[in-house]
């Protein structure tokens, strides 16, 4: 149902049908799609969920996202498998734990999908249109991946780099991301931004858990280093109990 107020009301899904389509006609339909669109919504984002996400919310996440956006820019998500719940039977007297090991493994095995995913929708539709936006768990799945591929040809110019990439509370150790992913994504990426709080408690248990900063945690300040854009989000506007994240192209 459509809403007056994208930011302060609350935004449902029903869905109505579904569609399945062979590679090639995904791939297609998402080139007519893109062909529609016209500056600044001239591109697509590829959306990779994060811990304890089911396949309902990976599809309602990035409704939500455009409906709250404005954008008419096409969304595509990524949706590797998730404890939906976030918890799970206890292996060593914490449902958390259980679940967030599970998820862990569940992130490295899922690593070529979505290497084969990238490589298919930036030959489809060029690197320059797409923004890849990745939350919690999903970010070390995207970086980590990155790390170890050529998916994408990048020779620094930015007819071979993508648009943009978005970390949304990252879910990886500080250090390495700011020492060894980010001085590879900015050869990947025309814009690199991460988002940040020092309130997210997804980050904080998971600091807990590995007892290492975790990048999307600013704590005590927001991670930052050159070339990366740092968005502090701690007092952000927030709706049906979650942040609000508004990611431009």
Known sequence: PPVRDPFTERVTLT????????????????????AAQTAPDD????????????????WRQPFTARVRSGSTAPWVAFCWPSHGAGVAWPRVGSVFVRAYEDD?????????????????????IGAPQLLLAAHSLGGRLVSEALLRSDAIDTRGADSTRLRAMAFLAL???????????????????????LYTSRRD???????????????????????????????????????DGWPVWCVGP
């Open 15 to 34: 869905l109505r049908d579904s569609l399945s389509l062979t590679r090639d006609a995904f791939l297609s339909a998402l080139r007519s799609r893109l």
């Open 43 to 58: 591109f697509a984002v590829l959306y990779v969920h994060g811990f304890g996400t089911g396949l309902g919310e990976c």
């Open 104 to 124: 862990t493994a569940a992130v490295t095995a899922s690593e070529p999908a979505f290497r084969r995913v990238l490589a298919e929708v930036t030959g489809a």
């Open 171 to 193: 879910d990886h150790d500080a250090a390495r991301f700011a020492d060894t992913i980010v001085p590879m994504l900015r050869t990947r990426a025309q814009r690199l931004v």
């Open 201 to 239: 408690r997804a980050p904080g248990i998971s600091r807990r858990f590995h007892d290492t900063p975790r990048a999307g945690l600013a704590e005590p300040t927001p991670l930052q280093r050159t070339g990366l854009e740092t968005v502090d989000m701690t007092d952000a506007l927030a709706a």
